[in-house]
């Protein structure tokens, strides 16, 4: 069964922390994504990576950095965390090819 | 620039009607199209994933269509039930060259099925 994990579920941090968001996958997939949605807006690509050490900036990369040593891990980093990353992130990954993709639970993060 | 809009961003109905939501998209450039579940403060259930060339997809008492060329796919729910109570996202993956990594993303149909 197609498992993607994220390692919290909630998360409360304070302005100016650095946060680190983890997904791993364990389907030997290449396409990794993190997304953030919000009311009204919908699901907003943040940055991508298509295979190891390889990333791509989405939608809205401003105040995120991401990490891809391994195949199967794809961290979020938030440098300095604000109250307007205050969100629910998803993570999501894809095999290779025009094929589906699978979520995370979700993690709810909270800055204050 | 691909666009998707689902419609209605809202819907309610009593337990056991069949009902359909929309999703349409501006561009028939695409791979496939993809339906999602999202339960309240949960992750994205993949639950039909339509290609370019195919023209349905079934599941249960889910189907789903695809009509490229007009920019339409409606997901049918058959004979519904409160635990299809959720908010059911479309997505998109274009084929254009420089931008099919990305799906591309309406803003849902929150459902609520009703005892």
Redesign the interface.
């Known amino acids: 069964d197609v498992k993607?994990t994220?390692s919290s579920r909630y998360l409360v941090k304070r302005t100016g922390e650095k946060v680190f968001l983890e997904c791993v996958q364990d389907m030997d997939h290449e396409?990794m994504?993190w997304y953030r949605q919000d009311p009204?807006l919908?699901?907003r690509?943040i940055y991508?990576s298509?295979d190891v050490k390889m990333k791509?900036k989405?939608d809205i990369p401003e105040g995120y950095s991401v990490s891809r040593e391994k195949k199967e891990r794809f961290s979020l980093i938030l440098e300095s965390a604000s109250t307007n990353q205050t969100s629910?992130y998803?993570c999501?990954s894809r095999p290779q090819g025009?094929?589906?993709?699978?979520?995370?639970?979700?993690t709810?993060l909270t800055v204050v | 620039k691909q666009e998707v809009t689902q419609i209605p961003a809202a819907l309610s109905v009593p337990e056991g009607e069949n009902l359909v939501l929309n999703c349409s998209f501006t561009d028939s450039a695409i791979?496939?199209l993809?339906w999602?579940r999202q339960d309240p403060?949960?992750?994205?259930?993949?639950l039909l994933?339509i290609?370019s060339s195919q023209r349905e997809q079934t599941s249960g008492r889910l189907n789903a269509s695809l009509d490229k060329s007009s920019g339409r796919s409606t997901l049918y729910i058959a004979a519904s039930q409160p635990g299809d109570s959720a908010t059911y996202?479309c997505?998109v993956?274009p084929s254009n060259a420089g931008n099919n990594?990305?799906?591309i993303?309406?803003?849902?149909t929150s459902l609520a099925v009703n005892p």
Request: no cysteine; glycine share 20%; charged share 15%.
């Open positions: 993607v994220q396409n994504f009204g919908g699901l690509l991508f298509y791509e989405g629910m998803l999501a025009i094929a589906e993709a699978f979520f995370g639970q979700g709810r | 791979y496939n993809q999602f403060g949960k992750g994205l259930t993949s994933l290609q996202l997505a993956r990594r990305k799906l993303w309406g803003l849902g």
